[in-house]
């Protein structure tokens, strides 16, 4: 079942600018994690937060978590063409048996 | 030294035809997982096996079998193949799966597979 719904569906803007998405669930979780999909690839692990935080980053990568909203936000900042791709948000429920539980995905667009 | 390898990359079929995946991980991982991602890119788990036992087998076609020799390996077969089959199949590795996860799965680059 699709737990996480990304928002918005689809993003296109400028090179340098920063990229926004949101993901919301419906249950509670133990963690959330984001990844991301080059077109014709395989999803790539980018980070994991656990309930109990609120804010964690890697490099270019920001990713919040509200739990009392359940949502939680990717913010890619100064992006670059190369972080053209699908991202996705996935969530460890507390009653999915451990499964992550997918978004439907962000299409991100940097136009160059 | 890819870590998950799938093969093949591209699978084109007529219906009806038996067709195998394969996938090989070398992470060490204890977990592997089979996924579909249809036409508009939800993913769908099918199956997951933890040192080679089946642990989550969601609704599927019995037509889907998965088979794991070891721990570092699954493989999955499709019979009498159909249209609807079509769509890009994922495999999938992680150091948990029978527990909340610690670290995020590790894909490989997936099987395109057309059945025409």
């Known amino acids: 079942s699709q737990q996480g719904e990304e928002d918005p569906q689809a993003l296109s803007i400028q090179e340098g600018e920063n990229a926004t998405m949101n993901c919301s669930y419906k249950?509670?979780?133990?963690?959330l994690q984001w990844y991301r999909q080059n077109s014709g690839r395989g999803l790539v692990h980018l980070i994991l937060?656990?309930?109990n935080e609120r804010e964690k980053h890697s490099g270019r990568l920001r990713v919040t978590l509200d739990t009392s909203k359940k949502s939680s936000s990717l913010l890619i900042t100064a992006s670059r063409a190369a972080d053209t791709a699908s991202y996705f948000c996935?969530?460890?429920?507390?009653?999915?048996?451990?499964?992550?539980?997918w978004g439907a995905g962000t299409k991100l667009i940097i136009k160059p | 030294d890819t870590a998950v390898s799938q093969t093949p990359k591209y699978l084109v079929t007529q219906m009806g035809n038996d067709k195998s995946i394969k996938c090989e991980q070398n992470l060490g991982h204890d977990t592997m997982y089979w996924y579909k991602q249809d036409s508009k890119k939800f993913l769908k788990i099918m199956f997951s096996?933890?040192?080679?036992?089946?642990?989550i087998n969601e609704t599927v076609p019995n037509r889907f079998s998965p088979k794991s020799p070891d721990k570092a390996h699954l493989n999955l077969h499709i019979n009498s193949l159909e249209l609807g089959d079509s769509a890009v199949y994922f495999c999938?590795?992680?150091?948990?799966?029978?527990?909340?996860?610690?670290?995020?799965?590790?894909f490989g680059s997936g099987t395109r597979l057309t059945v025409v």
């Open positions: 096996y933890n040192n080679k036992e089946l642990i």
């Open positions: 249950t509670s979780i133990n963690n």
């Open positions: 937060i656990r309930s």
């Open positions: 999938a590795s992680s150091q948990d799966g029978t527990a909340w996860a610690n670290y995020g799965y590790t």
């Open positions: 996935a969530t460890d429920g507390m009653d999915s048996n451990y499964q992550l539980i």
